[in-house]
């Protein structure tokens, strides 16, 4: 195009382009990013955006106030309108006639409240996540039976992993009916006899054409699963409901596939592998024994069996030798020693004891005959002596409280009164001790 | 580890339990606590799950059962 000469003011430039804009009418679907919903305003101002873009759109209160419902940040929005120039701030803006939450919008609110509740509920949990089996043996296989996802899945898993049986369970993925036909065939084939693990696919499609596995019933049919459950559901930049719920999340059905099982390969070197370990363990084994068994070969017991009895056989010998050698002269010697003491022994011994033995007997049979009656006799007087000795004893009278006096020299036993006169001293002994007295009276007569 | 061998055929066992079990032999081979005859009896055993495996992935043709629905036959592999 080519460049006018003449210049213009801003204004007119303004509107020049601003009736161009006008000329412009389109229906646009984007997501509302800022937006101000103020009640003075005569406008509602917000933005649409998509990943690389954004515009600036406008909405005349009456016409906002009619269409029925509250913008919001996040929301997926199809609007009608014209481009137009705002002058005052040289802006491009979208004037927005009609305004309709797009489909999708709505639906995304509907799965993200939905995922918040199962997220509430414990079912994204890590820990829940299984891990799948390294080598299964059937897989299911939950898809439609149309379409592209299910040959992805059969030819990968026949290229990586022909091992496995695959179970099919063709089922609607879209539209009405999917999503019971979806739980029904999970249901169905992950406790089916023998599957170890299932995969749902499902090839790219609209987010309204996944919408299915946003459906709160599939993802509990997913969590539900008795095997493990591997997704692969379109090429959606976000995860469905099922796939959070998945023990493992894949991004296509041939990456669920791949996810499902090992490949051939990798087993084929794996088997190699084994195959070496095997040979070596066993081999080693046998060598380590082979080993110990040379090194016990080599043992001097088994090189020489005879120096298993050597040593005895020399002690032996050692000991006949020595009996040999000790038994003519040393037995011989003590023997004729011994002979000799007996003949003496025998020759003295009687002798040496006749004497007394006659002696001892005489004696004993005296004190046999004599010894009672005389035991008898001895003990009958001492008995009798010392009755009378005690009886006789002045000591025994003192005891009994008499008293004896002694004259003066205390020589002389004073029998009567008459011995003494007045004045004179006396001694009396009592049981104990002795008294020095003095005479007062001696009357004969009492 | 103890006596627990399984003793059924390695053929008629699946490729993922043979391998689990050809796993094992290898590893109580390689731990040498055996005896030399248990060890020759695993070895036996290891190469015959060896066998087995080798020849389910050499000849495995993917069997397909369809549970419910019918697959429309658009690649004619």
Redesign the interface.
Known sequence: MAIENTSVSVTEALRRAKSVLETISLTIVGEVSECTVKPGYKAVYFSLSDDSSVLPCLMWRDSYDLCGFALRPGMLVEVSGVFTAYAAKGRMQFQVRRLTAAGEGVLRLQVAALARKLEAEGLMRAERKREL?????KI?LVTS???KA??DV??T??RRY??????????QVEGEGAVSALT??IR??GS?PGV?LLILARGGGSYEDLMPFNAEQVARAVAACPVPVVTGIGHEPDDSIADMVADCRASTPTAAAEAAAPA?ME??S??DA??R??GK??S???I??AHRLRLIAHRPVFRDATCLMSARMLALDSAAEALSRALPVGIGRAAEAVGRSRDVLLRVGPKLTERPRIALGDASRRIAQQGPAFMERATGQWTLQAARLEDLSPLAILARGFAVCYDGAGERVLRSAGDVTAGDRVRVRLAEGELGCVVERADTEV | MEETVDASAPESMTFGAALAELEEIVKSLESGQLELEDSLGRYERGVSLLRACRAKLADAQQRVTMLVGEIEDEDAE
Do not use: D, K, Q
């Open positions: 089996p390294a080598f299964p043996s299911a039976p149309r379409g299910v040959h059969i030819r898993l026949r022909p091992v496995a049986e695959l179970l099919i369970a063709g089922v029904e065939g169905l084939a089916h170890e051939t087993i084929v794996r088997l084994m195959a370990l095997l363990a066993l080693h084994s046998v380590e024994r």
